[in-house]
T-cell receptor, first 113, second 110 residues
Framework: NAGVTQTPKFQVLKTGQSMTLQCAQD?????MSWYRQDPGMGLRLIHY???????DQGEVPNGYNVSRSTTEDFPLRLLSAAPSQTSVYFC????????????FGNGTRLTVT | AQRVTQPEKLLSVFKGAPVELKCNYS??????LFWYVQYSRQRLQLLLR??SRESIKGFTADLNKGETSFHLKKPFAQEEDSAMYYC????????????FGRGTSLIVHP
């Protein structure tokens, strides 16, 4: 049982480049979300989805796009990378009830130069 | 606005000392309350949740509705408890997506 799988683990981009961070889960979870983790800032919600075809913005959505065409996949797109997007990105999923915990991926460490 | 506060960025104790990591929240209704932990070079994982009333790795968390707090406690800290700890309430109703506190880094010295 793989759980939540994120790729790549590390990525270096130049300012202005675009890329997609991949996230897949095999637990048939309805809820999926993306967070960024920055020192002193904790985890901040970027975007989330409550099911296939449904996405919504979190606390820090600017500069990021998401889509949810299947239950399993929830990719995060950086359209034009900026140094302020240097961070560690975590994808998470849950079954979507109030008491169900989040299951996290291993994270993607992104550096934008 | 809904908010969760972890007032300590860093908590440094010696092995065997008691530990209390504070979490205060400002949510209406009855949020579900969780603590997550991130050990070095590992993914975030659930430590415990209020609804389960459980003790995990010697940690417990007590909900104080009057003070709107959900502090994490352990009577005798161990070196392997060194990690980043996040309090994460889920508001009642709504999207079931938690908001995370800024985290407390716990360092347990030998």
């Amino acid at each position: 049982n793989a759980g939540v799988t994120q790729t790549p683990k590390f990525q270096v981009l130049k300012t202005g480049q675009s890329m997609t961070l991949q996230c897949a889960q095999d637990m048939n979870h309805e809820y999926m979300s993306w967070y960024r983790q920055d020192p002193g800032m904790g985890l901040r919600l970027i975007h989330y989805s409550v099911g296939a075809g449904i996405t919504d913005q979190g606390e820090v959505p600017n500069g990021y796009n998401v889509s949810r065409s299947t239950t399993e996949d929830f990719p995060l797109r950086l359209l034009s990378a900026a140094p302020s997007q240097t961070s560690v990105y975590f994808c998470a999923s849950s079954s979507g009830t109030g008491s169900s915990p989040l299951h996290f991926g291993n994270g993607t460490r992104l550096t934008v130069t | 606005a809904q908010r969760v506060t972890q007032p300590e960025k860093l908590l440094s104790v010696f092995k065997g000392a008691p530990v209390e990591l504070k979490c205060n929240y400002s949510y209406s209704g009855s949020p579900e309350l969780f603590w997550y932990v991130q050990y070095s070079r590992q993914r975030l994982q659930l430590l415990l949740r209020h609804i389960s009333r459980e003790s995990i790795k010697g940690f417990t968390a007590d909900l104080n509705k009057g003070e709107t707090s959900f502090h994490l406690k352990k009577p005798f800290a161990q070196e392997e408890d060194s990690a980043m700890y996040y309090c994460a309430p889920i508001p009642s109703g709504g999207s079931y997506i938690p908001t995370f506190g800024r985290g407390t880094s716990l360092i347990v010295h030998p």
